[in-house]
Nanobody, 123 residues
Framework: VQLQASGGGVVQAGDSLRLSCAAS????????WGWFRQSPGKEREFVAR????????NYADSVAGRFTISRDNAKHTGYLQMNNLNAEDTAVYYC?????????????????WGQGTLVTVSS
């Protein structure tokens, strides 16, 4: 299984970015997509997650209203649209997938991880 994240970059505060994560090798559908981020010296933190049906989505309080998670099951791809970025959003962003039936807010809930993509927001 491979997850390939892309879309990171350097932007100004207030700008937008769209992250993508393409999966290959997952044995079947029904998996949950998650996005996490990690800043230097901090633990990896939950950002958002979306279930297979795309109706069930959850966000961290720090990004709710600014970020939107979505997925295209036919393409085995997950997305994270990030709007109105600020300096506190600077981090390496990781996509993850899991078949586990948990709350999906902890990194331990996820079985598969992408390599991370760096987002830098300058103020």
């Amino acid at each position: 299984v491979q997850l390939q994240a892309s879309g990171g970059g350097v932007v100004q505060a207030g700008d937008s970015l769209r992250l993508s994560c393409a999966a290959s090798g997952l044995p079947f559908g029904g998996y949950v997509w998650g996005w996490f981020r990690q800043s230097p010296g901090k633990e990896r933190e939950f950002v958002a997650r979306i279930r297979w049906n795309s109706r069930d989505k959850n966000y961290a309080d720090s990004v709710a209203g600014r970020f939107t998670i979505s997925r295209d099951n036919a393409k085995h791809t997950g997305y994270l649209q990030m709007n109105n970025l600020n300096a506190e959003d600077t981090a390496v962003y990781y996509c993850a997938a899991t078949y586990r039936s948990t709350t999906h807010y902890a990194p331990e809930s996820y079985q598969y991880w992408g390599q991370g993509t760096l987002v830098t927001v300058s103020s």
